[in-house]
Each structure stands twice: as C-alpha cells, then as structure tokens.
C-alpha cells in the first residue's frame, strides 16, 4: 500500500496509509486497549512485524491514529488478524475503507480468498464484514478468552477475490 496518496472519504475527510511500524506502538496499544476486552499485547504487534505480515495504520490529515490492520499472507490467502478502528472514530466508515484497502493489497498479490475469525457476541462486526462480501463457513467453538475464565466461540469467515 502506498502511504504517499492521500484519499477523501465520505463527509470529505482526508485520510491516508502507512506502514505500522515499532514506533507507533506507544500510540497504538491505547486504542487496542480501548478496543478490546482481550487486547493484543506489544508483543503479539512486534512478533507479527517481524514475521513481515501487512500492517498498516489508517491516517487522517494531520497523522492521527484511526486505526490499523494486521493481515498474514499464507499461499494463495491473507487472513486478517486484527482490525481495529480508534474508537474515537467508530461509526464513520473507516473500518469499511480498512477493508476495502486490504482487499486491494490482496488483489495485487493475487490472493484468492480473504479470511478472519471475529467473536459470536460481536454481531456489529460481523454485519459489516458481510456486507463487504464475507460469508460465515464455520464455527470455532471456545476460542476467544472471554470474562470470568469463560471462552466465547468464533465465526470463521471468508470472501472469495478470484474464481
């Protein structure tokens, strides 16, 4: 992805993406902890970066924060790891843009399918991951830590790029 273009989007505000890098962890690890029950921890970032997954930042004008992607390249696939819009900003179309950016960075790898887990409960997610052409393939039952030593089951997901 390039990060020199920068893009208007919906109520015209510019946004761009770069690399997610080690130094935008400190930004970075607030939001995921605002996020997520179960955050991913500095190391979970730092070990995905080295392994040279696709990690992106989603950007406004002035270089704030809106979110990120994580994304694992496997053959002919990509699954997304973690997707995470600022929640600052949730509700205004940037997970949307996330996804349509890692659709096209798939695309130009020649990527046939794109996959995710997202957890049962999380019902908000999963409409808009099928709204952008995701469909439900299956069921990992107890696979996210939830409250109280539970676990939560998750929906495995796909979307289909090339016949």
């Known amino acids: 992805m390039s990060s020199a273009s920068t893009h208007a989007f919906a109520d015209q505000e510019e946004f761009r993406f770069a690399p997610l890098t080690v130094d935008w962890l400190e930004a970075l690890l607030p939001i ?35 979110g990120y992607f994580v994304a694992m390249p496997v053959l002919d696939e990509v699954h997304l790891l973690n997707i995470t819009v600022a929640p600052a900003h949730q509700g205004r179309g940037w997970a949307r843009v996330m996804l349509d950016g890692l659709t096209l960075w798939a695309r130009q790898r020649n990527a046939r399918w794109l996959w995710l887990e997202v957890r049962e409960s999380n019902t908000r997610a999963r409409a808009l991951y099928e709204k952008n052409g995701y469909q439900q393939i299956a069921q990992r039952k107890n696979y996210y830590p939830a409250v109280d030593g539970q676990r939560e089951h998750a929906i495995i997901m796909s979307k289909k790029l090339w016949p």
Do not use: C, K, M, V
Request: charged share 15%; hydrophobic share 35%.
């Open 32 to 66: 995921e902890q605002q996020a997520y029950s179960h955050p991913w921890t500095r190391g979970n970032f730092i070990d995905s970066l080295a392994s040279g997954y696709e990690a992106q930042l989603l950007l406004d004008a002035q270089g704030q924060l809106l």
